[in-house]
């Protein structure tokens, strides 16, 4: 097990956000947190990766406590790949090179430049590696800060909203990229999402959030429509397509 969620509490300005959420996830698995807008699902994210300090509960990361750690600890085990990446002038290179951050002690070494490498190659990136982040376009820039937080190497990734605004081509980049590092490195990876369908296609798991609690969480091809219209409050169909289950909303 590489993810251990349990007894999660937060809120701010006296409103409880979060109560008691509890899940597990292990390498090679890619869960996807589903729910309404303002549920909490980004607050969730930050809360795993300890930018949130939760009032109660446990962040276990290889059986360590993320909430004890110093942020150089957490950098070292987890990646976090935030909804909107700032665009700087750094090259593509140096942006993704600034992933190795927790691992170089006095002098970027070979092994940094060899990851950078490999990772934009990954992502195919490369033939951009010297160009500026801030001519990219917003698929690039993406899969940019996907490259930086694999150059970590953590053992869990954390993605709020990785495809959102992106075109139907990155979206499939991406996300296909994204389910072949994680059963190829043995990662755990959270993505959160709004797209239904997007996420019942690439998710090995899925955990629905509804009113700050968890209101169900398990393999992506057992969401069923009561789960979905008690969530969403829209009564909805669950048609299989070339073997993966699409959402469409009745009537």
Same mark, same amino acid.
């Given at each position: 097990?590489?993810?251990?969620?349990?007894?999660?509490?937060?809120?701010?300005?006296?409103?409880?956000?979060?109560?008691?959420?509890?899940?597990?996830?292990?390498?090679?698995?890619?869960?996807?947190?589903?729910?309404?807008?303002?549920?909490?699902?980004?607050?969730?994210?930050?809360?795993?990766? =300890?930018?949130?300090?939760?009032? *109660?509960?446990?962040? #276990?990361? &290889?059986?360590?406590?993320? %909430?004890?750690? /110093?942020?150089?600890?957490?950098?070292?085990?987890?990646?976090?790949?935030?909804?909107?990446?700032?665009?700087?002038?750094?090259?593509?290179?140096?942006?993704?090179?600034?992933?190795?951050?927790?691992?170089?002690?006095?002098?970027?070494?070979?092994?940094?430049?060899?990851?950078?490498?490999?990772?934009?190659?990954?992502?195919r990136l490369d033939h951009?590696?010297?160009?500026?982040?801030?001519?990219?376009?917003?698929?690039?820039?993406?899969?940019?800060?996907?490259?930086? =937080?694999?150059?970590?190497?953590? *053992?869990?990734?954390? #993605?709020? &909203?990785?495809?959102?605004? %992106?075109?139907? /081509?990155?979206?499939?980049?991406?996300?296909?990229?994204?389910?072949?590092?994680?059963?190829?490195?043995?990662?755990?990876?959270?993505?959160?999402?709004?797209?239904?369908?997007?996420?019942?296609?690439?998710?090995?798991?899925?955990?629905?959030?509804?009113?700050?609690?968890?209101?169900?969480?398990?393999?992506?091809?057992?969401?069923?429509?009561?789960?979905?219209?008690?969530?969403?409050g829209l009564p909805v169909?669950?048609?299989?397509?070339?073997?993966?289950?699409?959402?469409?909303?009745?009537?």
């Amino acid at each position: 097990m590489i993810l251990s969620v349990s007894g999660l509490d937060f809120g701010y300005n006296g409103k409880s956000v979060l109560h008691s959420v509890e899940f597990d996830l292990h390498g090679g698995e890619l869960l996807a947190i589903l729910g309404p807008n303002g549920v909490g699902k980004t607050t969730l994210l930050k809360c795993i990766n =300890a930018i949130h300090a939760p009032a *109660k509960g446990k962040v #276990l990361v &290889e059986d360590r406590n993320v %909430l004890r750690m /110093r942020p150089a600890e957490i950098a070292l085990g987890i990646g976090y790949v935030a909804q909107r990446s700032e665009a700087a002038r750094l090259t593509v290179f140096d942006a993704v090179l600034m992933g190795r951050k927790p691992h170089i002690v006095w002098r970027v070494g070979e092994k940094d430049l060899r990851m950078v490498d490999s990772a934009l190659k990954r992502l195919r990136l490369d033939h951009l590696s010297l160009r500026h982040i801030d001519q990219l376009s917003g698929g690039e820039l993406q899969k940019v800060a996907i490259a930086r =937080a694999l150059v970590q190497e953590p *053992k869990l990734l954390l #993605l709020d &909203e990785p495809t959102s605004s %992106l075109d139907l /081509r990155s979206q499939v980049d991406i996300l296909s990229m994204l389910r072949h590092v994680v059963k190829g490195h043995n990662l755990a990876a959270i993505m959160t999402m709004h797209d239904l369908n997007t996420a019942l296609r690439y998710a090995d798991k899925v955990l629905f959030l509804k009113d700050g609690r968890i209101h169900s969480t398990g393999p992506a091809c057992e969401v069923t429509p009561d789960v979905v219209e008690e969530v969403y409050g829209l009564p909805v169909h669950i048609h299989t397509v070339q073997g993966h289950p699409m959402v469409v909303p009745a009537g």
